[in-house]
């Protein structure tokens, strides 16, 4: 009889699989504090999620992740839509700890796996669980010596238990963290902290290896506060990605100590300054145009005034940390971007901020900047027919255009128009949001250069996505059908366009292939009666040529999941540029 197999005989593939369905690794980083104490949280959080999921037969643990885990909110920007709290923790499953009792050769194999395959993230106490063994096998680690609230200059009372409806006004949704006060180096504040800090640094120098990918977020008083915490930062290993963040507030020299740090320690060349303006004009165009002068996103013209906005301008996340791509950290716990605060990371970040600072080089520097910035980019407008402030419709776009420049206008390239959500669509002949629209028409005849520029209009409601619990009767078709062509049909120019894209909502939000079909039928109707007969929409980039607002990035971030459950791969959005 031959003897029954072993596990330790299996090839180290199959083995490795089998601790992923023991979820030995898991997408949530581990907290290093309160690992073990997570277990009435996770219960509370799932009974609660029963309770919501009328209906259900047993708990969707995706979908519950995707509700009650703080880190799933704030890395795929699950929160930017329905006003998530992210007050929970990770609600997955405890790791599996008793693989390391069965015996020592398995002990190695997951102590091995458990470091190197997971993030790992820790909040300095007094008495931190860091040890150089386990430094040594980590491949992630994000430590937290303390992290203001997430908008400049505010304190956050508001306690930890506070649902969506009683959750700060200030805060953005996904801001959970924000309980501390910047960090300053005195005897009776930061001492104690920063004697940890240099207990941690001696581990990290001893046991940190070249794959490691550290985070460190210490929000600081002072300057003198943000030199001694890189100072013993000096002596650590080279490692292959670094995140700091010393402040708040986006202070350049902070900036700077964060980012030649953060050089250091993955071993890449210091920036420095050189003589821009003695290179060919040429050269200096190809420069400016790798700079944040040309966004990665459709940029998003704001002229609301909304408590949270400091400006008007363009925008494609909120400002000031409101919204932040968090691709800067591998654990989330804070912003990392240069654009937000006094940080630097060697992650790519995709943040974006308008570079105000180009333009205020000299008169050539602001007239070549203005040329990139409007001729690269991409502009959403976002219209509403009949406003609820009851200004007259349509009028958005025409704000935006009286507040840019002649250079800035005979440079646009490239609009999309949008309507805003559950707006009416009673757009007919005479009516006040069509006279607007046809002002806007005629203003870009007269002051833009039509046959360079792409017009895109997105008539369906809710930004791009329709409504999936409208239904129209045929009047009420008929209506929009009508307003459609009203809409469509003001971009008549002497040189025509260079592209004109449409898109409608209608006959139906979620329709049948013969409702589909007769919608595509409309669009190439209203895209011809500008561009001529030959016209062919889906040739020129219609449906490929779009760009990335954040509204894609925001419904493409979630992650797959394989049909086992695991986690199989992430949506990556490849911006326009």
């Known amino acids: 009889m031959p003897p029954s197999p072993t596990f330790l005989i299996l090839p180290s593939q199959i083995r490795l699989k089998i601790y992923i369905f023991a979820d030995l690794i898991r997408l949530c980083p581990i907290s290093l504090n309160n690992e073990g104490s997570r277990k009435a949280h996770r219960q509370k959080s799932l009974e609660s999620y029963d309770r919501n999921s009328v209906g259900h037969e047993r708990t969707d643990m995706n979908r519950a992740r995707n509700i009650y885990c703080d880190y799933r909110a704030k890395k795929f920007l699950l929160g930017f839509h329905d006003g998530n709290t992210a007050e929970n923790e990770c609600i997955c499953p405890p790791l599996p700890i008793q693989l390391l009792r069965v015996c020592r050769t398995i002990h190695d194999e997951v102590l091995e796996i458990l470091y190197s395959q997971n993030k790992f993230k820790l909040l300095l106490e007094r008495n931190h669980p860091l040890a150089p063994k386990a430094v040594a096998r980590m491949t992630s680690l994000c430590i937290r010596l303390n992290m203001c609230s997430c908008t400049p200059h505010h304190f956050c009372q508001h306690p930890l238990e506070n649902g969506i409806r009683h959750r700060c006004d200030i805060c953005h949704a996904l801001c959970k963290r924000g309980k501390d006060p910047p960090l300053s180096i005195t005897p009776t504040q930061g001492m104690g902290v920063f004697s940890q800090w240099l207990e941690v640094c001696k581990i990290l120098q001893t046991g940190l290896g070249p794959e490691m990918r550290l985070s460190v977020i210490c929000d600081c008083a002072d300057m003198e506060t ?47 300054p050189f003589r821009f303006l003695d290179l060919p004009r040429e050269l200096q165009r190809d420069i400016l145009c790798c700079t944040d002068l040309i966004s990665p996103y459709v940029l998003e013209w704001n002229s609301y005034n909304h408590a949270c906005d400091r400006q008007r301008g363009f925008r494609p996340f909120e400002q000031h940390d409101l919204i932040c791509c968090m691709q800067c950290t591998d654990a989330a716990e804070a912003c990392c971007c240069a654009v937000n605060h006094a940080a630097f990371s060697s992650i790519h970040c995709t943040c974006w901020s308008y570079p105000a600072a180009i333009f205020c080089v000299s008169r050539d520097m602001n007239r070549e900047a203005t040329v990139i910035f409007f001729s690269g980019n991409r502009f959403l407008v976002r219209e509403e027919p009949w406003p609820f402030d009851q200004q007259p419709g349509m009028r958005q776009a025409l704000a935006m255009f009286h507040r840019l420049p002649l250079l800035a206008l005979r440079n646009l390239r490239w609009i999309r128009f949008n309507l805003g959500f559950d707006t009416r669509l009673d757009v007919h002949e005479g009516s006040t949001p069509l006279e607007g629209w046809k002002e806007t028409a005629e203003f870009m005849a007269r002051n ?94 219609k449906y490929t040529n779009r760009g990335v607002s954040v509204v894609d990035v925001a419904r493409e971030r979630p992650p797959v999941f394989a049909p086992d459950g695991s986690l199989a791969s992430w949506h990556k959005v490849t911006p326009f540029i």
């Open 448 to 541: 833009l250069l039509t046959s360079k520029l792409t017009i895109e209009l997105d008539l369906r409601h809710d930004h791009e996505y329709p409504d999936p619990y409208c239904s129209k009767n045929a009047m009420e078709v008929e209506n929009d059908w009508k307003s459609y062509q009203n809409m469509a049909g003001v971009f008549i120019f002497e040189d025509g366009p260079k592209d004109y894209f449409v898109h409608i909502g209608s006959p139906n939000d979620c329709p049948s292939p013969a409702d589909y079909q007769l919608r595509l039928e409309q669009e190439r109707t209203l895209e011809k009666r500008i561009m001529g007969p030959e016209y062919d929409s889906e040739a020129r980039g």
């Open 226 to 272: 943000a030199q001694e915490i890189v100072k013993p930062m000096g002596g650590l290993p080279t490692m292959s990605e670094c995140s700091i963040r010393l402040g708040q507030s986006p202070f350049m020299q902070w900036r700077q100590i964060a980012e030649s740090t953060v050089l250091l320690l993955t071993d890449r060349p210091l920036t420095r």
